[in-house]
């Protein structure tokens, strides 16, 4: 058996902290009776968590160690259905979907509070004959890019700001409605407002604190610019790391809502009179000791090293051509609306939050935030774009054009994020630099997804379409 590749460091929290329980830790309280579940997972195409649940003993004795659990690889091949949908070439009807395995990546094991006697361990993705990493697995692809910033002695750090809605429906109640008439949990736009915050703390606390209970540490919650909208900001960590805690979170979240009768939505645009949700991703380069930041020049232009400047200009460079990898749904491109705190123009300035991406944070804090990514995006894709496209920039010393001032919304002269999933399926097909990045493989494995999306919604005919025509057409 082959050892699943594991890139040096790219597990590590900041500062090399000690968020998650060891293996030896797991196993005493197994034996002790404190834990007798462990879910074994890994995300699926669209960033949800996957796999199966095992007892603690099942675990200890035969599934803990690189022998893993053996899953369908229909598993990151499917639509958000679980359809086995056509077009991939790594499983398919023709190949049987035959198994994969499963690994336990023993840095990851956490307790999960808000269910009894239960811990977690996320798991990397290998071929059950050879061993050899599966690359079109969304962690794998994060993991390769981690790996090419290495071996440029370059550490990848990453923090993110994930949004989504509270309603006081339940999920069988919205789905018994359709997902109309839903109630969201406050009347009014609630942003930073701590009356409305408070009286929804029953939920949101509990999201705060199970979190930090499972390795997850939180920054802070806020109420943000919708009715019914927050924001919890999770600290910052290496790239990996990053994803399975945004992964933990928006399962945590959604596993914690429904225990207390409610509903949480991590859509990027659930109603159309209503703030669209974001995922702004913070990027930012050090030494592989996590000690130094590669960013900051005291006597650089507002403080930025040539390293942050062509960083920033590959991020610019490929935002349009990877916009699948942070906007992969119909609904995603529903969100770049003018003055909706969602971007449509791909450019940067100094704090300023009408454009694409922007120059924030001081000293070693120095970093790029990007604006473009909604809160449906696949963390491990989101971050392994963002990551491709930095290396890019500073592969080829590509230098940003001049900060933007001004209401970024009525630039005339700034490239625009795609408006639709079409287009950005055409940028990603036909960019030599997303096959460059990610390998024909890969390449070719987003793609048919986002055409596999694109399909499963031109099967239906929407209530839009049948107010509009039946009657009157």
């Given at each position: 058996m082959v050892?699943?590749?594991?890139?040096?460091?790219?597990?590590?929290?900041?500062?090399?902290?000690?968020?998650h329980i060891t293996p030896d830790q797991l196993s005493a309280m197994i034996s002790d009776g404190l834990i007798d579940t462990v879910l074994m997972v890994f995300p699926d195409l669209q960033g949800r968590l996957i796999g199966k649940r095992t007892t603690g003993r099942f675990y200890l004795d035969h599934v803990s160690g690189p022998e893993g659990t053996e899953n369908c690889n229909y598993l990151i091949a499917t639509d958000m259905d679980n359809n086995a949908v056509p077009g991939y070439r790594f499983a398919s009807y023709d190949l049987g979907y035959g198994d994969m395995r499963a690994v336990a990546d023993n840095d990851t094991i956490r307790?999960?509070?808000?269910?009894?006697?239960?811990a977690m361990v996320m798991?990397?993705?290998?071929?059950?004959?050879?061993?050899?990493?599966?690359?079109?697995?969304?962690?794998?692809?994060?993991?390769?890019?981690?790996?090419?910033?290495?071996?440029?002695?370059?550490?990848?750090?990453?923090?993110?700001?994930?949004e989504f809605y509270l309603f006081r429906d339940t999920y069988e109640q919205a789905h018994a409605k359709g997902y109309k008439g839903l109630e969201p949990h406050s009347p009014w736009l609630e942003d930073y407002h701590i009356l409305q915050t408070t009286k929804?703390?029953?939920?949101?606390?509990?999201?705060?604190?199970?979190?930090?209970?499972?390795?997850?540490?939180?920054?802070?919650?806020?109420?943000?610019?919708?009715?019914?909208?927050?924001?919890?900001?999770?600290?910052?960590?290496?790239?990996?790391?990053m994803a399975d805690r945004n992964t933990i979170y928006k399962n945590g979240a959604k596993e914690i809502a429904a225990l207390n009768g409610r509903s949480i939505s991590f859509m990027a645009k659930y109603a159309w009179d209503d703030t669209g949700s974001s995922c702004h991703i913070h990027s930012s380069l050090w030494d592989l000791d996590g000690a130094e930041s590669a960013m900051y020049d005291h006597d650089g232009d507002h403080g930025m090293s040539d390293t942050f400047r062509w960083w920033l200009g590959g991020l610019l460079t490929t935002a349009a051509e990877f916009s699948l990898l942070w906007a992969p749904t119909i609904n995603s491109y529903k969100r770049f609306q003018p003055?909706?705190?969602?971007?449509?123009?791909?450019?940067?300035?100094?704090?300023n939050r009408t454009l694409g991406f922007r120059k924030v944070g001081h000293g070693k804090g120095t970093r790029v935030e990007s604006r473009i990514p909604g809160s449906?995006?696949?963390?491990?894709f989101a971050f392994a774009g963002t990551i491709a496209g930095g290396l890019h920039g500073i592969e080829h010393r590509i230098e940003p054009p001049a900060a933007y001032l001004g209401n970024g919304y009525e630039s005339t002269d700034l490239p625009r994020i795609p408006w639709n999933i079409v287009d950005a399926i055409d940028?990603?097909?036909?960019?030599?630099?997303?096959?460059?990045?990610?390998?024909?493989?890969?390449?070719?494995?987003?793609?048919?997804?986002?055409?596999?999306?694109?399909?499963?919604?031109?099967?239906?005919?929407?209530?839009?379409?049948?107010?509009?025509?039946?009657?009157?057409?």
């Open positions: 050892e699943p590749v594991r890139t040096p460091g790219y597990h590590r929290p900041i500062m090399g902290a000690r968020l307790l999960v509070p808000w269910v009894e006697k239960t798991c990397d993705l290998s071929d059950t004959d050879t061993g050899a990493p599966i690359e079109v697995s969304p962690r794998r692809m994060l993991q390769r890019q981690v790996g090419l910033a290495g071996e440029r002695g370059y550490l990848p750090m990453i923090g993110s700001e994930i929804d703390e029953y939920i949101i606390g509990q999201i705060r604190r199970g979190l930090e209970a499972s390795g997850v540490p939180v920054e802070f919650s806020k109420g943000e610019a919708g009715r019914g909208q927050h924001e919890i900001n999770l600290d910052y960590a290496t790239a990996v790391e003055g909706s705190w969602a971007p449509t123009a791909i450019g940067w300035g100094l704090d449906d995006a696949n963390s491990y940028l990603w097909e036909n960019s030599a630099i997303a096959k460059e990045c990610f390998g024909e493989d890969v390449h070719f494995h987003i793609a048919n997804m986002a055409r596999q999306e694109w399909a499963a919604f031109n099967a239906t005919v929407t209530d839009w379409e049948m107010r509009r025509y039946f009657e009157r057409i």
